[in-house]
């Protein structure tokens, strides 16, 4: 079956800290992975996503993930974080036929000054 | 702003009840995806639709329904309303179905069953 597993349910950094948010996955095949960032009051907003190809992938606000297909995971990362980071994440699996995308249970981000 | 617009924003109402939640896809979006978010169940797909037609079904109770319109807007009926019907009500859309195309989220509707 497949399934979303983000292992943490709440993470503080300080500001200005590295951060590494973690996400497994369970797929038979190649899977489709998104990372997605949820804002109090707001809607989900796309910050990157792996298809194929090079496992390092860029996204906005200054995020990357790796895909590692040997540990089913695509943890996401950046670098230094901002007050303005802090939210909720979720990292996401969308099947081969495109028809809905299956969510972790999200991890919340605190980030302390 | 995504493009995708949600009303209501919120909901109020009680046991028994029926509502629409409406939602209006991002301008040349064919797909429409519903979702709902809970405490206890995260965030998990109700149904997808696709250029008029229903696409998937993924935990879509009985009591809720849905349709696309010829403008491609959709509506999620929500019928019998239980206390645990309680959640936000996620609509998505792309351009088309497929495992690599973006979805874009709106703002959502919170519904409270009182």
């Known amino acids: 079956a497949q399934s979303v597993t983000q292992p943490d349910i709440h993470i503080t950094v300080s500001e200005g800290a590295s951060l590494e948010l973690r996400c497994n996955y369970s797929?038979?095949?190649?899977?489709?992975l998104f990372w997605y960032v949820q804002s109090p009051g707001q809607g989900l907003q796309l910050l990157l996503k792996?298809?194929?190809?090079?496992?390092l992938v860029q996204g906005i606000k200054g995020f990357e993930a790796e895909f590692k297909r040997s540990q089913s995971s695509f943890n996401l990362r950046k670098p230094s974080v901002h007050w303005s980071d802090a939210a909720e994440y979720f990292c996401?699996?969308?099947?081969?036929?495109?028809?809905?995308?299956?969510f972790g249970k999200g991890t919340t981000l605190s980030v302390s000054s | 702003d995504s493009g995708v617009t949600q009303t209501p924003k919120h909901l109020i109402t009680a046991t028994g009840q029926r509502v629409t939640l409406r939602c209006s896809p991002r301008s040349g979006d064919l797909s429409v995806y519903w979702y709902q978010q809970s405490l206890d169940q995260g965030l998990q797909f109700l149904i997808q639709?696709?250029?008029?037609?229903?696409?998937a079904k993924g935990n879509i109770l009985e009591r809720f329904s849905a349709q696309q319109f010829p403008d491609l807007h959709s509506e999620l009926n929500l019928s019998s309303l239980e206390l645990g019907d309680s959640a936000l009500y996620f609509c998505?859309?792309?351009?088309?179905?497929?495992?690599?195309?973006?979805?874009?989220f709106g703002p959502g509707t919170r519904l409270t069953v009182l």
């Open positions: 998505a859309s792309s351009v088309v179905a497929g495992p690599q195309n973006e979805q874009f």
């Open positions: 639709y696709y250029n008029g037609e229903e696409r």
């Open positions: 797929y038979g095949a190649t899977p489709y």
């Open positions: 996401a699996l969308n099947n081969q036929a495109g028809t809905a995308l299956i």
């Open positions: 792996y298809f194929s190809g090079d496992t």
